[in-house]
Structures are given as C-alpha cells and as structure tokens.
C-alpha cells in the first residue's frame, strides 16, 4: 500500500481552502489545515467534511497559525513535514487593501516569503512542493484584451500590488534555491462559500433579502465592471493538478468568458424570477423590475427598482475589465472548467434564498420568545 501524502493548507476555512480540504482527502491525502485563532467559530466551511460518510480513511488536523508569525508557521510546517503546501491564507478584500495596505502587504506578501524560507531551511530533509493562490487582479490596467501568461501585470490596489510581491518572490525562490514552487493566476472564482463581502454573495444574498421583504433595496459600486467568473471546486482541482507535474510552472487559471456585474444582478433576477432592468448613469444608475414571470413566487411589482449605485462601494482605483486566457492550463494540464456562469449564479441563489429564509425563522423565532418573558 503506497503511503499517502500529506498536505498543508493555509486558509483552510476560506472558500476556496474548503474545497480543496474536500478534493485532496476524497485522493486519500492526510490533510493539515492553518487557521487563525477567533474569538468566534470560524470552521463552518469544513465542518461538512466531517459529515461526509462518502469520504473513507479521512484525515483533517487543524492547527491555530498566522502568516505573520515566521516561528509559528515553522514549527507546524517541521511538524507536519507536508509533501505540499497550498497557501490560500491572504487579506483578500480589495476594498479592505486600501485601509489596511501595510497589513494586506505582511500578510499576502511577507507571508508567502515566511513559508518559502522555511521550505528552503527543511531541504533537503524534505522536498516540499508549494502552491502560490496568485490573483488576476495583477493584471489590473489590462495591456491585452484577454491576460495569459505573458501579459505585463499593472496592479491597482495595495491587495495586487501584494500579491505581485508573492508571485515574484516564489518565481525568485524556484530559480534561486531549486525549490518546486508555482503560482497559480486564478481569475474570479466563486461559489455559496464566497465570503458575504464579495460583490457576487452582496448581490445574491442582497437580492434573496428583497425577495423576502428584509430589504429595500441592494446597494453596489461599480456596475460597469466585467470579470471571468468561475466555479471555485473547479479551480482548486487546478491547483492540485499544478503540483502533479515534474516541473513547476505558473499558470493563469480562467473560465474564458467575461461578464458585467449588471450581467450578475440580471441573471440572479431570473433565478427569483423577475426581469431586471437598468435606467441612469453613473451614481444615478439604477436597477428595476421591469417584468414579473409566472415563476415568481415573491411580492416583486413591476417597475419596483431594487438596485441602488453607492459612491462609497467604488475603488480609488477601479479594475474595469479581467478576461482570462488559459490555454496553456487547458493544453498542458487537460484541464476544463465544468461549471457554467448559469450554473454558478443559480446554485448562489438557491443557498443564499434557503440561507435568509432559514434566518427569517431563526430572528422570528427569538422576537417571538423575547415578547414571551
């Protein structure tokens, strides 16, 4: 019997460190996740994994960790002696890079630098083969139509400009110290587990809120902006297959198609089963009811706007279009994307609608109590 391989996972509770917790124990791999230390219970995204009687042999550690910390991620990666590191952990918010850029800047960039040195001062007890979770916010200003691997990167916020740093250095530590290390330029990934901030969760949960009468109106930023959106279990598969080969290679990771944040909102309307329409421009741009179909279940009226532009939800520096090619990813890894845009919205909508309904009972239920005592 082989023996079986060990990886490490750092944002093991985000997105997409959930899935891959998912896809590397259902390959019989033992594995170790990072997670910071909360005051509130933060695992919910792998508690499932627990739960999961198809999954045989399995094996998920957890260990309390931070990127900033050099000593700590030292002594869990010694300890642990992973066959593969996957570094998913990082301030992923946009948004957030712009209030908090030398905290986004130590984690996303000098924390990818604590893992590569540690690897380097284990070898050559251990070959580690590491995976750098790479951004096509990169790309920023885009310099071609559709960014593959060749394209010049133009970062436009603190977050990209942090993850440039880790690209470069865990190319830099490939070259210099022989090390298997790789980036993967994942473009716009999504799914239920995406965090409640993202504007793809803002518009499905937003949306779900309105249909249940919690809410007036869904506010958003920049409407105009187009992403490559895709399915984030079939990206972490991608990853994976990144460290399978016998040499280590950066790849840009995309569905091939582009579409607008209005695009989104329009396609989650279906799922509820309205027409949504936008009249205006800029900040005075907004989103209305423009049909109600036999489907819908739900109080909408014709002509109701639902969609509100907010000034305050828009970047210093905005990123107006990311478009991926990855046909490299696609020739040399055999690798397809399975999930379509309409899949994926719909799927979003279905969980966030069960998810406030589910909350709608929950918040009735205590009101309900409360009034009792």
């Excluded at 996972?9 to 997409?16: A, K, L, M, P, S």
């Excluded at 019989?28 to 739960?51: C, F, L, M, P, W």
């Excluded at 989104?264 to 800029?282: C, H, Q, S, T, V």
């Excluded at 020739?331 to 399975?338: A, F, R, V």
């Amino acid at each position: 019997m082989s023996k079986r391989k060990i990886a490490l996972i750092t944002g093991i509770t985000g997105q997409d460190g959930s899935y891959l917790a998912e896809f590397l124990i259902e390959k019989n791999y033992i594995v170790h996740g990072i997670k910071r230390r909360a005051a509130s219970i933060n695992t919910n995204r792998i508690d499932n994994i627990y739960e999961k009687p198809q999954i045989k042999n399995k094996k998920l550690i957890l260990h309390y960790g931070d990127l900033s910390d050099s000593l700590n991620l030292y002594q869990i990666i010694h300890k642990v002696m992973p066959d593969e590191i996957y570094n998913l952990g990082a301030q992923s918010h946009v948004s957030v890079s712009f209030e908090k850029p030398e905290y986004t800047s130590d984690i996303n960039g000098l924390g990818t630098l604590r893992i590569l040195e540690t690897i380097k001062n284990i070898r050559p007890e251990k070959e580690i083969k590491f995976y750098q979770a790479s951004s096509s916010e990169l790309f920023g200003l885009i310099q071609e139509k559709k960014q593959s691997e060749k394209t010049p990167f133009y970062p436009r916020s603190p977050y990209a400009i942090s993850k440039l740093y880790a690209y470069w250095i865990t190319i830099n530590y490939r070259e210099a110290y022989g090390i298997y290390a790789c980036n993967g330029i994942l473009f716009n990934h999504e799914s239920p587990r995406r965090g409640e901030t993202f504007v793809t969760r803002k518009i499905t949960i937003g949306l779900s809120e309105i249909a249940c009468g919690v809410s007036k109106y869904l506010f958003l930023g920049n409407l105009n902006a187009k992403r490559d959106w895709g399915h984030a279990k079939d990206y972490v598969e991608m990853q994976w297959l990144m460290l399978q080969q016998k040499k280590a290679k950066d790849y840009v990771i995309s569905s091939g198609k582009r579409y607008s944040v209005r695009q989104f909102i329009i396609e989650a309307g279906k799922n509820l089963g309205i027409d949504i329409k936008f009249k205006g421009k800029n900040s005075s741009e907004v989103g209305y009811v423009s049909k109600v179909n036999k489907n819908c279940s739900f109080n909408f009226n014709k002509n109701q706007i639902i969609i509100r532009v907010d000034k305050k939800y828009i970047r210093p520096a905005e990123v107006e279009v990311l478009h991926g090619n990855s046909t490299l990813a696609r020739k040399e890894l055999k690798w397809q994307p399975k999930i379509t845009f309409k899949e994926l919205v719909s799927e979003m909508m279905e969980k966030d609608l069960k998810l406030v309904k589910e909350k709608i009972i929950i918040d009735n239920y205590r009101n309900n109590s409360s009034s009792e005592k």
